[in-house]
């Protein structure tokens, strides 16, 4: 199984972005796909999760102010950010728990700044 994370980038306060997590290989097909964050010296958050049924949860940190979404056809899972702060600076990982295992991603760096 690999998670490719793309979609990060250096974007505005206020701004948005689209973050995709494309999944591949062979996997049971009841799993929960999540977003995770990690900052210089944070520990790694939860951001938003979504399960194969397509039930999601958030993580405190931006909730009201992303959506997760799972495009089952294409293994692949988004996640939309908007008004974005400084603070939401951070790598971005998705995960994949599938039975008693956990696949990471590489992670995509979003910076916001002006």
């Known amino acids: 199984v690999q998670l490719q994370a793309s979609g990060g980038g250096l974007v505005q306060p206020g701004g948005s972005l689209n973050l995709s997590c494309a999944v591949s290989g062979s996997f049971f097909r009841i799993n929960v796909i999540g977003w995770y964050r990690q900052a210089p010296g944070k520990q790694r958050e939860l951001v938003a999760a979504v399960t194969s049924g397509g039930s999601t949860n958030y993580g405190d940190s931006m909730k009201g102010r992303c959506t997760v979404s799972r495009e089952h056809a294409k293994n692949t899972v988004y996640l939309q950010m908007n008004n974005l702060k400084p603070e939401d600076t951070a790598v971005y990982y998705c995960?994949?728990?599938?039975?008693?295992?956990?696949?990471w991603g590489q992670g995509t760096q979003v910076t916001v700044s002006s």
């Open positions: 995960n994949l728990k599938v039975l008693r295992n956990s696949f």
